[in-house]
């Protein structure tokens, strides 16, 4: 499983970013991660291809969406109200686990696209 992850930029604080990650096939369930510099990997949101398993990181409830659309195989990250320490890599990872935050558990990984939120 091929994924490419897009749609990372640099961002005032408050501002909104939509990450995308475009998957060759579909997985269980798909989420996102995200890795700071000198900080370890962190789990960000899981969602079932369903549709119906979703897990947010208490950090970034009620601030960040996770959706996807079966018909394109594409994941989508929704970001608002970013902040300063949402800084980071953001990858993208497909597994046959659902709600699982154990980056062990997912199998496929994108490339990282980089978040950067000014204050």
């Known amino acids: 499983v091929q994924l490419q992850a897009s749609g990372g930029g640099l961002v005032q604080a408050g501002g909104s970013l939509r990450l995308s990650c475009a998957a060759s096939?579909?997985?269980?369930?798909v989420g996102w991660f995200r890795q700071a510099p000198g900080k370890e990997r962190e789990f960000v949101a899981t969602?079932?291809?369903?549709?119906?398993?979703?897990l947010y990181a208490d950090p970034v409830k009620g601030r960040f969406t996770i959706a996807r659309d079966s018909a394109k195989n594409t994941m989508y990250l929704q970001m608002n109200s970013l902040k300063p320490e949402d800084t980071a890599v953001y990858y993208c990872?497909?597994?046959?686990?659902?709600?699982?935050?154990?980056?062990?558990?997912?199998?496929?990984w994108g490339q990282g696209t980089l978040v950067t939120v000014s204050s």
């Open positions: 096939r579909r997985t269980f369930a």
């Open positions: 990872a497909g597994g046959d686990y659902s709600r699982s935050s154990d980056y062990k558990k997912y199998a496929y």
């Open positions: 969602i079932s291809w369903s549709g119906d398993r979703i």
